[in-house]
């Protein structure tokens, strides 16, 4: 075989390995001219999408190829492709021949002549069908995710306004009890153990009263001031300190603190997390020991994770979860409204945070919460 056969061949060969590669490319292929906008040449891919037989797709105007929602937009296109000779990833729908709607992704390259001029367009139409469901689908569970998110505010709205309206309603009754014992006391003539009995019973459910209602609403008003702002969280340990300072030194209270970070936050929600948290560790103290709290916290890539230790009495296993629900108290023979750490996980969230107990045993407690570094 003389080389210029051997040439021919090798030509013919390369000719058919790319007429098998041009129609069988997963993607529509198609060479447009430019100057009556109709399909010069097509791969079978192209004519299986859009429904043709085969040859069919030829010599179609590109107004019949598109959606005619798209032909505007075509029309742009086209003047666009004429100024700068390529397209890239422009979203058109094609309409196939029994009007099936295909979704798709076109880029162009103009094939020129030695002049410069454009002769025709080498185009890629990719089926985006797929993806367009998915970004539908999305689309929808973003909405209905959106309209869940409203009705939660709107609830937790209507919460917050139901749980201040009946605290503060409630606090001008009470105060009235309370004042009216008093009174009816003071003017009892004739005391005796059992007189004595009852006002004590009545004075402790009125204080305790007065307590929780400050507590509902010291909780619905978490978040609600304040700015958020670059909060030094060793001050706000110094005020904790110094606020608590009587009662740590009648405890006679070890606490180990280290240097803390500088956080973004709310300053009075932070200094209630740490006095919160720091006062259980006091009021659940072991009666056998000296209550001591270890404060630790550690750099993490994303947050700050906080550990508070103490020696105390623990908490059983099975009441992990529940301590952190408002009302809920382990200890029922240890004065509290069983609302603290419910303030304490609100505050944490508020923060982009969590909040868990790690370790309770009757050698004490570890709770453990991180603030979050992204804001």
Known sequence: MSFAEKSQTLEN????????????????????NPFD?????CNATFERMMEYEKGEGSN?????????????????????????GFLQNERLKLISKRGKTIPVLLSSEAIRNDNGEILFSNSCLRDISTITDLETSLQQANEELEDKIDKLKQKNQE???FAYIVSHDLKEPVRNIDGVLDLVYEECDEKNDQLNQYYEYIKRSTTRMSKLIHSILDFSKIGKKGNFQI?????????VLDDMCLRIENEKVKIYCPELPVVYGFEIELHMLFQNLISNAIKFKNRRRLPVIKIEVDEQEDFWLFRITDNGIGIEKGHAKRIFSIFKRVHTNIEGTGIGLAECKKIVELHKGRIWLDHSDKNGSVFCFTLTKKY
């Open 13 to 32: 060969v390369l000719t058919n390995q790319f007429d098998i590669y041009y129609n069988t490319f997963p993607d529509m292929l198609v060479s447009i």
């Open 37 to 41: 906008a109709k399909v010069v040449k």
């Open 159 to 161: 919460l917050e306004q």
């Open 231 to 239: 909060v030094d969280l060793n001050n706000i340990m110094k005020n």
């Open 60 to 84: 179609k105007s590109i107004y019949e190829i598109y959606h005619p929602s798209c032909h505007l937009q075509v029309s742009q296109l086209v003047n666009k492709f004429a100024e700068q």
